[in-house]
């Protein structure tokens, strides 16, 4: 089995690509690129997990984030919108993901997902952002707490590079929407949908 997995810098998602590996799952990274040290620390993130996977886990496929998201949040500033950017952040990159999953035959998408824990990961966003794709969205993290994936991210030596200083997002909102209604969701897409990724890969 393959999957393809958004792996950001922080402490969850390489969390959860030990997971998959650790079934035995290909799992190919992508990193959506904000900056250098970002960037860094999710290759040393990628090489940390091969060290324990093996080629299970594959080198990172980089996405700049600045070139195929930002035209979006930019939409969406000008139209009024910008709470929506942590959700159609997530949704771009699950447009992304699944370009790429099917470009290489994987079969799903990773997210290190856990319920409730940010902005983007409340139940109602969870659900409108799983409509970019067509392909099963998997989230090994998806009931555990904070404690139980840093102690994994301890274990396996991930967790002293994930909480090396970063800058922060900068694209996130002061005021992000937690609850997303699906109805308004679909609203804002018509609006800023020629501004969404296409071909990217």
Not at 170 to 181: C, D, L, Q
Request: charged letters at 30%; glycine letters at 4%; proline letters at 5%.
């Amino acid at each position: 089995m393959k999957v393809v997995a958004l792996l950001s810098s922080g402490i969850d998602s390489p969390v959860a690509i030990h997971l998959m590996a650790s079934k035995g799952v290909e799992v190919y990274p992508l990193h959506f690129r904000q900056d250098e040290i970002k960037e860094d620390k999710v290759r040393r993130l990628v090489k940390k997990l091969r060290e324990i996977h093996g080629d299970l886990v594959k080198e990172p496929l980089i996405v700049d984030a600045f070139e195929v998201q930002a035209p979006v949040f930019e939409k969406l500033k000008e139209i009024g919108k910008a709470k929506w950017t942590c959700v159609f952040c997530k949704y771009t990159m699950y447009i992304v993901a699944t370009e790429y999953a099917k470009k290489i035959g994987a079969d799903a998408i990773i997210t290190g997902d856990s319920l409730g824990q940010v902005a983007s990961q409340t139940l109602d966003n969870l659900m409108v952002i799983s409509t970019a794709t067509d392909m099963p969205v998997l989230r090994p993290l998806i009931a555990l707490d904070k404690e139980e994936i840093v102690r994994i991210a301890k274990e396996i030596g991930t967790f002293e590079i994930s909480i090396e200083e970063e800058p922060s997002c900068p694209f996130v909102p002061k005021f992000p929407v937690v609850r997303a209604g699906l109805g308004q969701f679909k609203k804002i897409l018509e609006e800023v949908k020629d501004k969404l990724p296409r071909d990217v890969l």
